[in-house]
């Protein structure tokens, strides 16, 4: 059984391009959620998609735009990049319950804005 | 608001000895607590989490850990370390109360096992 899977797994991009990430997530699992880990910090949330609709957001400018497909598979689209932005953007996956659900990460993909 | 916090952001401890790295959170509701580890270069792996129920919670690679509301923490432990848990932990949580389903983060704690 695969796990969550990212790609690409490095990017290198400049100052005011945009970029996509993909994630796969786990064999049944329906909801994704997309994280951002700057260097010596810890994960802080960006959104969640489920059922093909963003379910909530964190305390990220609209930049930061995301889409799930019907197969939940998901993408997470940054536009205007920032020096700031560069970062290991990490995707989980869980199945929505009451809460209680473990979410699994995949393995990141580091993006280098220079 | 809530917010988590791991006190240390290193821990040293000698092969075979036990280990703990602490975690404290702040909610004003029941909490859902996680550790995360997470190797060089790599995305996190989930170790255990708190739902409710018994508070000695048991995980994957013979961790550990004990959740304590009176004291708002939720300690990550092993009896005898090994070389190969040497990476950094991460002490998440979700407010039950808030509809929220997303993890709040501590700043992680980077564990080394000398031999």
Redesign the interface.
């Known amino acids: 059984d695969a796990g ?1 899977t ?1 790609s690409p797994t490095h990017l290198i991009k400049t100052r005011g391009q945009q970029v996509t990430l993909r994630c796969s997530p786990k064999s049944g699992h329906d ?1 994704v ?1 997309w ?1 951002q880990q700057a260097l ?6 960006i959104f ?1 998609y489920y059922e093909e609709e963003e ?2 957001r ?1 305390n990220f400018p609209d930049r930061f735009s995301g889409h799930q497909f019907p197969n939940y598979s998901s993408e997470l689209n940054v536009n205007a990049l920032l020096l700031g932005d560069s970062a290991l953007y ?1 995707c ?1 996956s869980s199945i ?1 319950a009451g ?2 659900e ?7 993909t ?1 993006l280098l804005v220079l | 608001a809530q917010s988590v916090a791991q006190p240390e952001d290193q821990v040293n401890v000698a092969e075979g000895n036990p280990l703990t790295v602490k975690c404290t959170y702040s909610v004003s509701g029941n909490p859902y607590l996680f550790w995360y580890v997470q190797y060089p270069n790599r995305g996190l792996q989930f170790l255990l989490k708190y739902i409710t129920g018994d508070n000695l919670v048991k995980g994957s690679y013979g961790f550990e850990a004990e959740f304590n509301k009176s004291q708002t923490s939720f300690h990550l432990k092993k009896p005898s370390a090994l070389v190969s848990d040497s990476a950094l932990y991460f002490c998440a949580l979700r407010e039950l109360s808030s509809g929220a389903n997303n993890l709040f983060f501590g700043t992680g704690t980077r564990l080394t096992v000398i031999p």
């Open positions: 969550v990212q909801t959620s994280y010596g910090q810890g994960p802080q949330f969640q379910r909530q964190g990490l989980a929505l809460g209680g473990t979410q699994y990460f995949g393995p990141g580091r």
